[in-house]
């Protein structure tokens, strides 16, 4: 059994094979597979597909590369979804210096109240990380100044310094398919690097499909398999004893359920 605790199954890439994406998933023996709000749109089409799908539960949250198109109101209605009983996650958040879709400041400001809103109810928050590791750091420091953290760095890429430092903060560290790349040496690196109870693997699905997959769209949950194998591997694990762990790992962090 596995988990795929990142997917965007609400990208209209799915519209016309969502049910077979699903299905292909659990034939795969992945058991769940956790749905990401980018907006508040988005967020409303994740929970409407958890609501169809047992296997399927939805984390809600503003991306940081949308915030500036956020209106008046979207954050608002932001709080109250969660109260949603397929919402298990807030996200997702964070901070991107790649794109500048959105000020930095903004995404601070809209990163701030993820975590706080996070501290406030409890639910685990989903952390987007692009070019910005020690800015998110620093946040996520300060956070816990205020109480202690419940979230997951999504799609790792940073450095093995900056994963310690994520979990010694009581982070946990989800890989997806850029460590099956044939020149993430440096990533897998990482992977050997974090404590086996600290990880977690996604797809980022439609995104990032994993080697022997590389440039396939859309991803799909279905795939998670090779990450967890080549995660596994970097363990000296084999499959099965590395998916019980992670599969645990995934259950601690969200209320995936028995």
């Known amino acids: 059994m596995l988990i795929d605790t ?7 890439q799915f519209d016309e094979v969502r049910d077979a994406v699903i299905t292909r998933a659990l034939d795969a023996g992945i058991d769940f597979m956790l749905t990401i709000g980018t907006t508040l749109e988005s967020c409303k089409k994740t929970i409407e597909i958890a609501e169809q799908f047992a296997s399927v539960k939805a984390a809600v949250g503003i ?5 500036a198109e956020a209106n008046d109101g979207d954050w608002e209605q932001i709080v109250e979804l969660i109260n949603h009983p397929a919402v298990i ?4 958040t964070g901070l991107d210096r790649y ?4 000020p930095f400041e903004m995404q601070q400001d809209f990163f701030d109240r993820h975590l706080r809103l996070s501290q406030q109810t409890g639910l685990p928050f989903i952390v987007h990380m692009r070019e910005c590791g020690d800015d998110i750091i620093k946040m996520l420091r300060r956070a816990s100044e205020s109480g202690p953290l419940n979230g997951v760095m999504h799609s790792f890429t940073g450095t093995v310094e ?3 430092q994520c979990v ?11 460590v099956t790349f044939k020149k993430s040496e440096d990533l897998r690196d ?11 693997i996604e797809t980022d699905a ?3 499909s994993p080697h022997p997959h590389r440039g396939q769209r859309p991803n799909e949950p279905a795939m998670v398999i090779h990450t967890a194998r080549c995660v596994a591997e970097q363990h000296a694990m084999d499959l099965s004893e590395f998916a019980v762990i992670s599969t645990r790992n995934a259950k601690q962090l969200f209320a995936f359920g028995p």
């Open 6 to 12: 990142h997917c965007h199954l609400d990208d209209e």
């Open 162 to 164: 900056q994963a310690q």
């Open 89 to 92: 996650a807030i996200g997702e």
């Open 206 to 208: 439609p995104y990032l």
């Open 63 to 67: 991306q940081p590369n949308y915030c």
């Open 99 to 102: 794109w500048d879709y959105t």
């Open 190 to 200: 990482v992977a050997a690097s974090v404590p086996i109870d600290r990880i977690l």
């Open 168 to 178: 010694e903060l009581g982070m946990y560290i989800s890989f997806a398919g850029m």
